[in-house]
């Protein structure tokens, strides 16, 4: 059970009455519950576009958008594989007083997972709006959802990094 009885000379860098190992299992708890999010949304849209394959309608789509597909399908796997990695890494390293490094490579393959998975969601896009519309305003609608993508899931958070967290 924490210390609750700590004066002000016991508080961290980060300005809280923890531990590394308190701070460490925060931080673990918070990236768990990050990762449950994306992994639930990366695994649903693999899951989708594995099936597409499937469908009588991928015989007759030009070379170009099969290209994007497998694309896809790769970007999405690579995205679930990175987004399930911080799990087993936790599995693989619990009990073996690893947890701050073991929270710093999660949060590493959690980052590149998010990457995957906008790359994912983009090329799914492009592909969809191919097929559904064969409209030369495609490529820029995905651009403009792209950057929305961007701008919700990196510039804003960086931004907020950096705006409100000391030198």
Partial sequence: ????????????????????????????????????????????????????????????????????????????????????????????????RVKTEAVTWASRLTFVGLVLLLATMTSSLLLILRVATHNAAVPWIVTGVVAWYVLCWFVVPWWTRHRHTAD
Avoid: C
Wanted: glycine share 8%; net charge negative.
């Fill in 1 to 96: 059970m924490p210390d609750t009885n700590r004066d002000a000379d016991d508080v961290n860098e980060w300005g809280r009455h923890e531990t590394d190992e308190e701070r460490a299992d925060r931080k673990w708890g918070d990236l768990i519950q990050e990762v449950r999010v994306a992994q639930t949304g990366v695994q649903i849209l693999f899951g989708f576009l594995l099936t597409v394959v499937f469908q009588q309608k991928y015989d007759s789509l030009e070379q170009t958008d099969k290209t994007i597909y497998i694309v896809t399908v790769v970007l999405g796997a690579a995205a679930t594989g990175a987004l399930i990695g911080p799990v087993s890494l936790h599995r693989l390293v619990s009990g073996q």
